[in-house]
């Protein structure tokens, strides 16, 4: 079993949505239903625009089994650094707990290190509580208090 990585397009969005509404917090923000809401499009369409970001698939024997986006941000600290952001990092219940989320991560910290980063990061809701094992097992540290203000 061979899993295989690129950037998503268009046609990819409703497998997209499938993965990040199929657990008890993202069913709760996200509306996976035919046809997808043409919002969902519009924020494609502007990750695709942004030479900064992109939104990966990883398949599996053709189905999309994971995504997740990657952010490239340059900022002044380290000497003008800079790092790279993982959200929205889901993987197919089918497959779940068989390696395939690790792979996928090692694969977007690759990604990362190509792209001239020194740093990678990512945020996960503090419910989820297997993924925050999850990415201690990957070498992760909770170093920084991570806030957000809803709008």
């Not at 398949?59 to 800079?82: M, P, R, S």
């Not at 809701?125 to 990957?138: D, G, I, Q, S, V």
Request: charge should be positive; charged fraction near 30%; include cysteine.
């Amino acid at each position: 079993m061979t899993i295989t990585y690129r950037k998503a397009t268009r046609s990819d969005l409703p497998d997209i949505i499938r993965l990040l509404a199929d657990d008890q917090i993202g069913a709760t923000r996200e509306k996976y239903e035919e046809p997808l809401s043409p919002a969902y499009y519009a924020a494609f369409d502007a990750i695709n625009a942004d030479k900064n970001n992109v939104l990966i698939v990883a398949e599996l024997d053709n189905k999309i089994v994971g995504t997740f986006q990657i952010t490239f941000i340059t900022y002044l600290t380290y000497q003008g650094g800079k790092r790279a952001l993982i959200e929205e990092v889901r993987v197919d219940k089918s497959v779940r707990g068989k390696g395939f989320g690790k792979m996928m991560m090692e694969w977007a910290i690759k990604m990362a290190k190509e792209n001239g980063c020194h740093l990678v990061q990512l945020t996960t809701n503090k419910k989820r509580t297997r993924a925050l094992e999850f990415y201690k097992r990957l070498g992760f540290v909770a170093s920084h208090e991570g806030m957000k203000l809803h709008l």
